[in-house]
């Protein structure tokens, strides 16, 4: 019985062992877990704030912290205005709790108008200045204005977010995106996202994964610098949070997809406007050319006439200068003439091609200057084909004389 209870004893100082242990554990992983939840509300409060400012800024507002300047809702207000485009209305000026709670009330009235369910989040607590609740509401606003509609391949929001991150930092070496949060650590993938737009603004290759604060911070800065984003993140804090805040490294990343994307389209607009000025400059050197073939070929039909006609109205005296004249007419015939029924044909061809082109381009028909369309080209050249056969047939006449 003694061995049995000694037995007895060891097995409940072992378990008293075993549950001091994981009472140990779970007390760290709770203290883990507070870190790692007031770390994540601080990247939060920055990083919102600084996206709100980038917003603001266009109204020449600039805010200290969402949890304290949106408590009266005129701010919170100007903010929706500002990213929707739309107007909320009247606001309330007075400085009584009512006051802000109906302007909250509205702004999220606003919000909710756009399809966002905004659970939970009330205007009290707002006008209290409830970060949680804050945050909550600034992250939806977010998710509805900044995320939602990104789209890659058929993924949208946050899988479409992921996806062009995953293509755009393919290539880089040491950068793996799987996520919103570890993923980004190092810098590696910001640089990467930047040099893959604009290469001239990143030394990438001098980068080592090894040097996370000094790779944030250069993304951080050169995006503020070259790219007007908004420095939103703190380089010391993300590089030394176990896992850095989600939301706040989404938020952030949305600004480089938006930033880029205007940037592309606006490449898009430049190089449609260049293809409309390169077709209109074209179709103005074809009218050029038109104008000025026209003209040397009637300047040419109105020469070529009466010097062919000139060989009908002087009588040969002999046979040999009848011979001789029909040797000149058929040298012109054989020689002179030829280059010119290229010209006339490229001439109809390319006014043909003009008029074509400005259709496609819904430009107005082009319209040639009095004397040179193509039906007077036409008039002069059936004039000339004229005026040769009566000269061939009266030279012809002469020599069986």
């Known amino acids: 019985r003694s061995n049995e209870y000694k037995s007895y004893l060891r097995m409940s100082d072992r378990r008293s062992s075993a ?64 990213i929707s485009g739309d107007e909320i209305g009247r606001l309330e000026t007075g400085k009584m709790r009512i006051h802000k709670v109906n302007n909250v009330r509205k702004a999220l009235d606003f919000v909710a108008s756009k399809g ?39 993924m949208s929001a946050k899988e479409g977010l992921l996806l062009w991150c995953q293509k755009k930092t393919a290539p880089y070496k040491n950068v793996h995106v799987t996520n919103f949060h570890t993923s980004f650590k190092d810098g590696l993938a910001f640089c990467a996202l930047i040099h893959r737009h604009r290469p001239d603004l990143i030394d990438y290759n001098r980068l080592r994964k090894d040097n996370p604060v000094y790779n944030l911070q250069y993304a951080f800065e050169v995006a503020e ?3 007007d984003i908004p420095i939103m993140l703190d380089a010391n804090d993300i590089a030394s949070t176990m896992r850095p805040d989600e939301r706040a490294i989404m938020t952030y990343v949305s600004s480089y997809y938006h930033a880029f994307a205007s940037s592309q389209q606006a490449s898009q607009a430049a190089n449609r406007i260049c293809k409309v000025l390169n077709v209109n400059q074209e179709n103005e050197t074809l009218m050029e050319d038109y104008e000025t073939l026209a003209s040397d070929l009637m300047e040419w039909i109105e020469h070529m006439i009466p010097w062919i006609d000139q060989m009908r109205e002087q009588r040969a005296s002999s046979i040999d200068e009848v011979k001789a004249k029909l040797d000149e007419f058929r040298t012109y015939r054989q020689t002179v003439k030829p280059p010119k029924t290229e010209e006339k044909g490229k001439l109809v061809t390319d006014y043909n091609t003009l008029q074509t082109k400005l259709r496609l381009s819904n430009r107005p028909a082009f319209l040639p200057t009095e004397g040179k369309l193509v039906a ?4 002069g050249w059936d004039t000339l084909e004229t005026t040769e056969r009566g000269v061939e047939q009266h030279l012809m006449s002469e020599l069986i004389r």
């Open 116 to 154: 966002v369910n905004l659970v939970g989040i009330g205007a009290e607590e707002i006008v209290d200045g409830n970060l949680k609740m804050t945050l909550g509401m600034i992250w939806t606003i977010i998710l509805r204005f900044a995320i939602q509609d990104i789209s890659v391949e058929e």
């Open 19 to 82: 549950e001091e242990d994981s009472d140990v554990n779970e007390s760290e992983n709770t203290e883990k877990e507070g870190l790692l939840d007031l770390a994540w509300e601080r990247q939060q409060c920055k990083t919102f704030t600084a996206w709100c400012n980038s917003h603001l800024r266009k109204l020449n507002i600039h805010i200290e912290s969402v949890a304290q300047d949106f408590r009266s809702g005129i701010n919170l207000a100007k903010l929706l205005e500002v």
């Open 225 to 227: 610098k070259e790219l």
């Open 376 to 379: 007077d080209i036409e008039k």
